[in-house]
């Protein structure tokens, strides 16, 4: 089960509270001994000052701090998702990023003759799932004039702190995407490895060698990169066809499983 944690040591850290996207944390430590950090809407600076939370101010038991930073361009405008945009399900507040307004606004010139066909069609009988079916379909065939996920970049940071533990440094940096050419490809790293000490810290067993290493693939980890943008592309299909159909005066907002579920359980009452 993953939890949040707290009680970060320094004045400036306050009731900082941060549940990192994975972790590995030995029985009886207070913090994890490696954090991974993945950030889509924010800055690599941004996710160094996530490194230095962890790296500076858990007493020493967080030893790294994995960091896979991604940007995002749209490659038929060569346009940069900023930091902080996120699609409108994210936000959780009703308001759209910057590319999936572009696209609700029905400004279609430069759409294909598919897409624009799609969405002189929409009326107020269009189900959602079948216009996110669509949606999905013609992004695959490169017809959508903003496609659902843009040119993707992803690089990996390997954080530590620094030995005299007033600052933080990159151990390892690789470049995952775009796949590097041919004559890059002799260069690059084809994995990470993590001590046994970093891994258990104080629950290593005593026949262990401490500097004994795990090795990880990076050739893994693009894989699964990979395989995963599918299920972004049906997720943004989603959000972007429930605006059109908005625009339209066809859709109208439902409450979600969870707060129908709440509604029907009544309020839960406090722990005596």
């Known amino acids: 089960m993953f939890a949040a944690f707290k009680g970060f040591t320094g004045d400036w850290t306050g009731s900082s509270q941060k549940l990192p996207d ?9 913090f994890p001994t490696v954090v991974c950090e993945a ?3 924010e800055s690599i600076e941004e996710l160094k000052e996530d490194a230095k939370l962890w790296l500076l101010h858990t007493g020493g038991e967080t030893r790294i701090v994995i960091v896979l930073c991604f940007t995002e ?22 308001t759209e990023d910057t590319a999936d307004a572009e696209e609700t606004s029905l400004g279609t010139q430069g759409s294909s003759d598919d897409e624009q066909i ?17 949606l999905f379909v013609l992004n695959q065939q490169g017809k959508l004039l903003q496609p ?10 390997i954080y530590k702190a620094v030995e005299e533990g007033n600052g933080i440094e990159a151990s390892f940096v690789a ?10 490809d002799k260069s690059e790293p084809t994995e990470f490895r993590i001590t046994m000490q970093d891994l258990l810290d104080k629950c290593l067993p005593k026949p262990d060698d401490p500097k004994d290493e795990i090795a990880f693939s990076l050739a893994v980890l693009k894989e699964y990169i990979q395989s995963s943008i599918p299920d972004t592309e049906r997720l943004r299909a989603t959000s972007r066809a429930e605006k059109l159909l908005k625009a339209f005066g066809g859709f109208d907002d439902q409450q979600t499983f969870s707060k129908r579920k709440r509604q029907r359980l009544g309020p839960i009452g406090k722990w005596k």
Do not use: R
């Not at 107020?124 to 216009?131: A, F, G, H, I, K």
């Open 39 to 41: 950030g889509f809407a």
């Open 148 to 157: 659902l996920v843009g040119n993707l970049a992803a690089t990996l940071y």
């Open 118 to 134: 799609l969405l002189n069609s929409i009326d107020q009988s269009t189900e959602l799932n079948d216009l996110t079916e669509k």
């Open 175 to 184: 470049t995952l995407l775009p796949p590097p050419t041919a004559d890059e």
């Open 22 to 30: 994975a972790y590995i944390k030995p029985l009886g430590n207070k």
């Open 73 to 94: 361009s749209n490659p038929k405008t060569q346009m940069v998702a900023q930091a902080g945009e996120k699609d409108a399900d994210e936000n959780g507040d009703g």
